[in-house]
């Protein structure tokens, strides 16, 4: 390299020499002998150029500078200088270029620098977004709650699936910035209870820009918080404020939780709200909803609670105001994203399609499963699941411990189901329902592909698939990445024992499934009993047909469960195949 480049006496100004001398580590004493400059003029420069107050970045950054410079000031450069001098030009790009002003961070919205009043109005906003129906609740209860007949207890029976839980939770965050009132927001399980939490959390961030934190509990303001929890009557009675119970009427010990939720409401400022689609007449909560103490009480002067008198909504006798909604209702009210025509070829018969969408409780008299058997196996399984880690650990949320997947394939204009069964380690453990998924793409490659992803999560250890209809290719596809399937030609017979096995598993308590999967709970009461068409044996039989037939979580769990053979030994797919024919 040409000598005029390099850093020497000969073409470097004394005092700027000195510095990289000294930042490259030489003593004062070194340098004057090389330079030939005075001790004192060293000290002098070193005083007032704060040699010692620099840092290694800015040491650096000086003998990049006159590096950089000699090499821009030299009209012809060889290659390796050429080289030299864009690598430097990159350093000292990243030197000097200005770095973004970091954006000041707005006042959290706990402290008391937050402009709450600003906050409060933004939410406000959010009204005019919601359905006929949802904004409806939000008037009725402001008309009715400051009424002198009122009760403050506010009742709504609803069809599923028209997110009324997404209105009340948005009221809930309404009345908690208007009135600064807690809010108690209780749910079948604390799943349940957090999907409304989500629904909070959005509503926050689309209104304002803010993003909340928090698991069980959110801080508003110092004393002001929005809780979030599952039907368990041991947490859920240290809070006071406003109660919002959703799906009431699927909670197992009911009465017990009533008790002690609605204590949480006993200043007057604060009301409670119970929502839910109807239930079995055998809950408690049925009752509550009829008002039998009341009528009983005051047969002069009965609450009435059939459609016609409640569909407006009214404040009822016993002040406790009450209304149905129903499918129909909610699509004349902006429920814009339900075709209820194809709803009612995916339940051709009546019976199960009034008790979804129409707000028909319904008994189980029918039945083959008992109700009061299926509730009790409901649990808050976030609580009670401690080894199942779903939302920390999706990849392998049960880690290598062993389970059962059960599939139920699309008939034709229907999708399909399918379940994935946690296997007890010992006896005292039961069958634990973790997953349940309804596709409704029914094509071939993506029901192999959701299955295989089922098979990549988990230590699958039995699958079985029902081979019928579309079911057969499915298994053909299954079966190049899992072998050891098992296949299900589910005739009368078969069915048959399937169901007498999980009627005895329920009846038994010796499985469990999460306390908001009512979904799941209705598949199992829609397996009638019933007649062979000779009329000579009994049997049970599901309301499908091969036209109309919708695939059924219910038979997704049984062939599942089939990883327990009727014998009470297990299949081992490790080592076997098994085709039931």
């Not at 109660?243 to 409670?272: G, S």
């Not at 070829?345 to 199960?352: I, Q, V």
């Not at 019928?468 to 399937?485: H, K, S, T, W």
Request: aromatic residues 14%.
């Amino acid at each position: 390299m040409n000598n005029e480049l390099l850093i020497t006496p000969e073409n470097t100004q004394p005092r700027e020499l000195s510095r990289l001398y000294y930042f490259a580590g030489l003593r004062v004493s070194e340098i004057s002998k090389m330079l030939g400059t005075p001790e004192s003029t060293l000290y002098d420069w070193r005083k007032q150029d704060k040699w010692d107050e620099a840092d290694f970045f800015t040491k650096c950054q000086d003998a990049f500078q006159l590096k950089y410079l000699r090499l821009l000031m030299k009209n012809t450069k060889t290659e390796n200088e050429m080289r030299e001098f864009k690598e430097l030009g990159v350093q000292m790009k990243n030197i000097y270029s200005p770095k973004p002003e970091r954006k000041k961070r707005s006042a959290q919205i706990n402290s008391d620098q937050f402009d709450w009043e600003k906050f409060k109005n933004q939410i406000k906003e959010g009204y005019q977004d919601l359905k006929l129906y949802q904004q409806s609740a939000i008037t009725d209860i402001r008309k009715y709650e400051k009424s002198k007949r009122s009760a403050g207890v506010f009742n709504w029976l609803k069809s599923r699936q028209i997110g009324f839980s997404y209105g009340l939770a948005y009221d809930a965050l309404l009345r908690l910035v208007e009135l600064e009132n807690n809010q108690i927001y209780i749910a079948a399980s604390k799943n349940q209870a957090y999907t409304s939490r989500n629904y909070v959390f959005k509503f926050v961030h689309d209104l304002t820009g803010l993003d909340l934190k928090g698991t069980d509990s959110v801080e508003f303001k110092k004393g002001l918080r929005f809780y979030f929890l599952g039907a368990n009557p041991s947490t859920a009675q240290s809070y006071s404020g406003d109660v919002t119970m959703d799906e009431y009427m699927w909670m197992p010990r009911f009465d017990e939780l009533n008790e002690v939720v609605t204590a949480c409401a006993t200043n007057e400022r604060y009301i409670i709200k119970r929502m839910s689609t109807p239930s079995s007449k055998k809950h408690a909560s049925y009752k509550l909803w009829n008002a039998d103490d009341w009528n009983k009480a005051h047969k002069n002067n009965p609450v009435r609670t059939d459609y016609k008198t409640l569909k407006s909504g009214l404040l009822c006798p016993d002040g406790q105001y009450r209304r149905i909604i129903t499918l129909e209702d909610a699509i004349k009210e902006g429920c814009d994203w339900i075709n209820i025509d194809r709803l009612r070829l995916r339940y051709p018969d009546e019976e199960t399609f009034s008790r979804l969408y129409e707000c028909e409780f319904f008994d189980d008299v029918s039945s083959a499963f008992s109700f009061d058997d299926l509730n009790a196996c409901m649990v808050d399984s976030w609580e009670k699941w401690t080894d199942f880690e779903p939302l920390t650990k999706p990849h392998k949320p049960f880690g290598r411990k062993k389970v059962a997947v059960g599939y139920d394939p699309a008939r034709t204009n229907d999708g399909a189901t399918c379940v994935v069964v946690a296997i007890p380690s010992n006896k005292n453990e039961t069958f634990r329902i973790l997953e349940k998924h309804f596709w409704e793409d029914v094509s071939f490659e993506n029901q192999e592909k959701y299955i295989k992803e089922i098979t990549d999560r988990y230590n699958v250890v039995h699958l079985g698939i029902d081979t019928r209809n579309m079911g057969l290719v499915i298994a053909e596809r299954v079966e190049n990445f899992y072998p050891n399937l098992t296949r299900y030609q589910s005739d009368l017979s078969l069915k048959t024992l399937f169901v007498l096995q999980a009627k005895t598993l329920f009846r038994e308590r010796k499985i469990e499934f999460d306390a908001g999967w009512q979904d799941l709970l209705y598949s199992f009461l829609n397996i009638k009993n019933a007649m062979t068409k000779s009329q000579q044996y009994a049997t049970f039989q599901s309301v499908r047909d091969e036209e109309h037939g919708h695939a059924d979580l219910s038979w997704a769990t049984m062939y599942a469960l089939g990883y327990q053979r009727f014998d009470g030994t297990t299949v081992d797919t490790e080592n076997e195949s098994i085709i039931v024919l």
